[in-house]
Nanobody
């Protein structure tokens, strides 16, 4: 079994910054892509950013230039640096990972609340 643990619960003022981390543990041979998603109240979960094992990244238009995704393959950990935060960034943020063990399986973290006050 694999667990993803997110950290970085935060309440921050608009314009501020926050870093989230997501660490994977358990039966892991390697991790392909990792990503961050978010879900605001009353809205569907949406992609924020993804990163491949090689480091190629993809961002939602709404966060381009403000957020940076990175990862440490040796630690099975992904990070999301969030800057110039806006109230509309308020959501529960989830990480996910495509984990190779016997086969490739996508796992999700439990989610972490980010609240941006105006």
């Amino acid at each position: 079994q694999v667990q993803l643990v997110e950290s970085g619960v935060g309440l921050v003022q608009a314009g501020g910054s926050l870093i989230l981390s997501c660490s994977a543990s358990g039966r892991i041979f390697s991790i392909n892509a990792m990503g961050w998603y978010r879900q605001a109240p009353g809205k569907q979960r949406e992609l924020v950013a993804t990163i491949t094992r090689a480091g190629s990244t993809n961002y939602a238009d709404s966060v381009k230039g403000r957020f940076t995704i990175s990862r440490d393959n040796a630690k099975n950990t992904a990070y999301l640096q969030m800057g110039s935060l806006k109230p509309e960034d308020t959501a529960v943020y989830y990480c996910n990972a495509e984990v190779r063990a016997v086969r490739v399986t996508t796992y999700w973290g439990q989610g972490t609340q980010v609240t941006v006050s105006s």
